[in-house]
């Protein structure tokens, strides 16, 4: 194959990394494993300009993205509207999808695996056409965010330190808004404290991420209106992986979601694979099964590896 490889320089892990170093790397693994591949180690800012024309290269077979979950879901959406296959360098702090996939979380052992993968037929969400891999979500997370995005921070332990501190505040001041909903014809109003809505249901790892990128429906979560000891009770359950177990969300699953919020009068936000973003009063999510190609490890059998 003859790939392409595109390395946020500002991506968690390689801001102290050797980037000549491990490009020389990557070189040699791809090389030895008969492919032919080019290395662009870019900024943040030059990120998706770099994929956008990357992606629309007729002489490509695959790209491989290498940064944190917002690099790689900006490179997932650009990937997807362009049919190209996608390989991922987990660079970042969280690197959900990345443990979807069952890549090794290590940057000097990803390459070997992704040089000797497969490509699968993957699926993708969307939220008003915009791409997602990992999740969409309102309430209780975006206000997390928010409020960590409020704090200054500029490493890895700086970013966690926010992070807790942010869960604090929203502990101490959940959000309560009325949502109508249809998951594939079925409709209902709730009083809601947090929407989630993920790429394939959530496995039960404390960090909430899809077990299958194959299963070809969303998830879709919510809970009630919460007060501070509910929140403290729902992080609790989280964190001992009791997520889908727990009393307080209610969980269904389907293929296509719209999302109306009937007494919204102000500004609100919702994140979208990290990103805190604006958000209108309706919102159409929507699953595409085996529309995103991944480039994957693989045994000798060519079956997806497993960790």
Sequence with gaps: MKIKAIFNREGGTFRTTDMAAYGRKVEEVFHTAGHQIEIATVSGSEMRETLERTCRRDDLDAIIAGGGDGTISAAAGVAWKNRMPLGVVPAGTMNLFARTLKLPLDIWKVPEVL??????????????GRAFVHQFSMGLHARMVRYRE???FRSRAGKIAASTRAAVGVILNPPDFEIEFDVDGHKESRHVSAVSVSNNPFGRDTLMYAD?????????Y???PLSPPGVAKLAFDVMRGKFRD????TAMSGHALDLHF??????????IDGELLPMGRDVALRIHPGELK??????????VIQK
């Design 262 to 271: 009937p007494k919204v009068e102000r500004k609100i936000n919702c994140v």
């Design 222 to 224: 919510t809970a009630p």
């Design 150 to 152: 409020s704090f200054s």
């Design 115 to 128: 040089a000797n993968g497969v490509i699968i037929d993957g699926d993708i969400g969307s939220a008003d």
């Design 294 to 303: 991944l480039l994957v490890g693989a045994d000798r059998d060519g079956s």
């Design 212 to 220: 299958d990128v194959t299963a070809g429906h969303l998830g879709f």
């Design 246 to 249: 727990s009393p307080l969300i």
